[in-house]
């Protein structure tokens, strides 16, 4: 049987600050968000070492994920990130960050952003959230959803009960709580 998460990550070298300070915290600002959904869709096929080892490479590359200026990404920009050793060099994963950016535009304007469209849409199977992502976003696949989802605090589960982290999330009342979802012990 292999470790969960909150068993491998605590102290380790990668994972251990994100998994004791971000995973499965409530995630408001659009910024936060966008750069988890960016990260998400790159991890696809990938290890979560890999996408946090290159986290800062990341947010350089993308302009520290502010939504605007990644939606009016051209031509150069996408060579840019194509010629970029420093992240994932995926056609596919660089155009569904500049469409996804747009849509969070989109969502401006129809719900007040991204975080208010999240809070409208709560609370949801993970198979629902994943076809309304589905219908919103590109490159969002069960996968994707769920853990953009457990990382933000829209689903529960992120950390085990036995966790030391687990009450500091539920002290912060993530999003999945306040909707009244029970928690889930994940495998």
Known sequence: ???SYCESAPGDPV??????TEYGFPASDEGELFERLVLEINQAGLSWAT??????????????????????YGDKDVARLLDDAGI???????????????????L?????GFHAWLQAH???????????????????????????LLSTGYLPGAHTSRCPVFAKVMKARPSW???????EERA
């Open 1 to 3: 049987m292999s470790q």
């Open 15 to 20: 994972h251990g600050h994100y998994h004791d």
């Open 51 to 72: 996408i946090l080892r290159k986290r800062d490479n990341f947010q350089a590359a993308y302009d520290r994920f502010d939504v605007d200026t990644v939606a009016a």
């Open 88 to 106: 994932i060099r995926n056609r596919k994963k660089v155009a569904a960050a500049i469409e996804n950016a747009k849509q969070l535009i989109a």
């Open 108 to 112: 401006r304007a129809s719900h007040g």
């Open 122 to 148: 709560r609370p949801r199977p993970h198979v629902d959230w994943t076809k309304l992502f589905r219908q919103t976003f590109v490159f969002t696949g069960p996968l994707v959803v769920e853990e953009f």
């Open 177 to 183: 709580l306040e909707a009244g979802l029970e928690h």
